[in-house]
């Protein structure tokens, strides 16, 4: 069965140079180096993975730098137009018309959609300028995907990572797509009671602390939630993600055949509701 990885960071070698491998490392707290878009391309076809989505993020205002930055998103898609659908990234307080830079940045490189991570962004999400953003995704029909969930980081707030900041924002954009990504853990039922009161709100299971993704997907998906509470109200709004290259593409989707959900279930999770939220559904 065909999969979709809605969560891959494209830090791969023919992006990053020595400047952003040091940005890695420091803002993303990533140190391992960077694999050739190859590598990323074969852990795709090993998990039958059809689409990935690559997240950019632009970290200019905090560190002056992006990673990757947008064009380097849509240069990659340009290449494989058929395996992966790119995300942008845009600092809210970056300098000019939000619309325009959406527009520039964006639309006109044929990006599907934008990613947040306000805390190492190190921006307010509910701040105005944040909230005229949001605005404009929902204008233009873009689905958002935000980090929520534990930031390992010291210099970066916790606060700014919490799932319910987006049950406001759900409620006030009710046409704006918006994934919480890692299931909000720790806070995972706060992040499930914000996407089960909000129509336009989804989940993804990308993995965000250390256990293996065999530990981490058995916890989250049948000792923390139920597997019958998954089954039975989640069928719906979770989305399959890898945090591609912190986790190998391979070992996530086998672990998440390996928590024995049933069938159709799987299915959903592991490709059809990401469709969905593209808008790219059968
Ligand atoms: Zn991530």
């Known amino acids: 069965m065909p999969v979709v990885d809605f969560h891959i960071h494209p830090l791969v070698s023919e992006v990053i140079d020595e400047d952003k491998y040091k940005c890695q490392r420091e803002v993303f707290g990533l140190r391992t180096s960077p694999q050739p878009l190859e590598t990323l391309l074969s852990q795709m076809q090993e998990a039958s993975v059809e689409r990935g989505v690559l997240l950019a993020l632009d970290c200019s205002v905090k560190a002056n730098c992006s990673l990757p930055s947008n064009e380097e998103v849509a240069s990659i898609v340009k290449k494989y137009p058929s395996k992966f659908v790119g995300f942008g990234s845009l600092h809210p307080y970056r300098e000019g018309s939000l619309r325009e830079l959406l527009e520039e940045e964006v639309i006109n490189l044929g990006l599907r959609g934008l990613k947040l991570n306000p805390s190492i962004q190190d921006f307010d999400p509910l701040s105005q300028r944040a909230l005229q953003l949001y605005g404009e995704l929902e204008r233009l029909n873009l689905p958002l995907i935000v980090h929520t969930g534990l930031s390992w980081f010291p210099s970066t707030s916790l606060e700014y990572c919490k799932p319910l900041i987006w049950d406001n924002v759900a409620r006030r954009f009710p046409n704006l797509k918006i994934v919480l990504s890692h299931l909000g853990w720790p806070w995972v039922w706060d992040a499930i009671a914000v996407a089960l009161r909000n129509d336009n709100v989804f989940l993804d299971i990308s993995n965000t602390f250390t256990g293996s993704p065999n530990e981490h997907l058995r916890y989250l998906l049948t ?60």
């Open 223 to 282: 000792e923390l939630v139920p597997k019958r509470f998954v089954e039975r109200f989640l069928n719906e709004k979770i989305i399959f993600g890898s945090d591609y290259p912190r986790i190998e593409i391979p070992k996530m989707v086998r672990a998440l055949r390996g928590v024995g959900l049933k069938e159709e279930i799987e299915e959903a999770i592991l490709r059809l509701n990401a469709l969905k939220i593209l808008g790219d559904e059968e």
